[in-house]
């Protein structure tokens, strides 16, 4: 991931707009997207988009196992939109796709867009396709975005800098509208992986589910080693990418 000169000045603004702003405070929509030069591949200290990349989280409740896989794939995705300061913007986006299964049936699929802000490390949200399964087939997409349509505006699903309290939407559509705050860092997680330090929390919760909370925990290096019950169970990390595209 290269750097380029005056990243300081762009992580400066960016930081301003996600600075510590407590639960009385609104969910930040500003992020200066404008002033961002976007990679595919690369990653932050706690979200990866290197090809390849692989989590798997379980959790057991009742009896019944759930399993959710996460993968860096090699296929790439352009997305063309306009944003709230009238500029069209043409990224291309890494897709992440995520697998879930309820006692080894596959319950959803979904594939997700993401790109890696160069001036601040912060990982943009752009959309997902979604599949929701019943019995082996596709019976609703529910969930589904893309910024450009109907309005919708990227969010960011990780911020390049943790700034404890720091409040953010990570998708902006009309039927997808998840946001993350920061409640706790210096934590250390246990795992069936191994066991991580230096791990952050973030929150989410969205307007569209009133009084739902959805918690998650990453560690630097790592990524994501806990979402609600589910605690990392094995991963599979590339230092470098390998993406020939």
């Known amino acids: 991931m ?34 961002c030069e976007f990679e595919a591949d690369g990653r932050n200290a706690y979200f990866s988009l290197i090809p390849g990349d692989q ?26 939109f306009t944003t709230e300061r009238g ?9 992440v796709e995520e697998r879930e299964w309820e006692d080894d049936e596959l319950i959803e699929v979904s594939r997700n867009y993401f790109a890696l802000c160069d001036q601040t490390g912060d990982v943009f949200y752009f959309g997902e396709a979604v599949d929701i399964y019943e019995d082996g087939e596709i019976v609703s997409h529910d969930g589904a975005w893309l910024a450009g349509l109907g309005g919708a505006q990227p969010g ?8 404890l309290g720091a409040r953010y939407f990570q998708e902006r559509a009309p039927g997808a509208m998840d946001r993350g705050e920061n409640t706790a860092m210096g934590l250390t997680i246990a795992t069936p992986a191994g066991t991580f330090h230096d791990c952050v929390e973030v929150i989410e919760t969205s307007p569209l589910e009133p009084g739902h909370e959805s918690l998650k925990r990453y560690c630097p ?9 589910a605690l990392l169970e094995e991963f599979d990390l590339h230092r470098d990418s390998d993406d020939d595209e």
């Open 221 to 229: 290096g790592i990524g994501l080693v806990q979402d609600g019950d």
């Open 2 to 35: 290269k750097r380029m000169i005056g990243t300081a000045i762009f992580a400066t603004a960016l930081c301003a707009s996600l600075s510590p702003a407590w639960s009385e405070e609104p969910f930040t929509t500003d992020f200066r997207i404008e002033d």
């Open 156 to 163: 960011v699903i990780m911020p390049g800098s943790y700034l």
């Open 55 to 80: 989590l798997v989280l379980t959790s057991e409740e009742d009896g019944e196992e759930a399993v959710v896989q996460i993968t860096v794939l090699q296929q790439r995705r352009t997305i063309t």
């Open 87 to 95: 500029r069209t913007l043409r990224v291309k986006a890494r897709v």
